[in-house]
Nanobody
Framework: QVQLAESGGGLKQPGESLRLSCAAS?????MGWYRQAPGKQRELVAT???????NYVQSVKGRFTISKDYAKNTVYLQMNSLKPEDTAVYYC?????????WGQGTQVTVSS
């Protein structure tokens, strides 16, 4: 198992930036971020592996960057040029032998 501790959510205006952090209790090969907006299904935002391979949903490509501090077992999601449609609860996720583990979620609200 793994424990995931997220931080960094908040209220931002369109065009601003925000960085989310997720500290894992141990090293995990694949980690990432999902988000769920009100009334919508949870969707993948970005993932990163220990080999550095990243994957993004099309809607955030060029605006969001996922990275990992391997010494701290911490994954970051740098979100730039935020849009109102980025408003959602963001969940950190870690995959162990195909089993997903989730953080508690952190709210990101983008509004003028």
């Amino acid at each position: 198992q793994v424990q995931l501790a997220e931080s960094g959510g908040g209220l931002k205006q369109p065009g601003e930036s925000l960085r989310l952090s997720c500290a894992a209790s141990r090293n995990i090969y694949t980690m990432g971020w999902y988000r769920q907006a009100p009334g919508k299904q949870r969707e993948l935002v970005a993932t990163i592996t220990n080999s550095g391979r990243t994957n993004y949903v099309q809607s955030v490509k060029g605006r969001f960057t996922i990275s990992k501090d391997y010494a701290k077992n911490t994954v970051y999601l740098q979100m730039n040029s935020l849009k109102p449609e980025d408003t959602a609860v963001y969940y950190c996720t870690a995959e162990i032998f195909g089993q997903p583990y989730w953080g508690q979620g952190t709210q990101v609200t983008v509004s003028s």
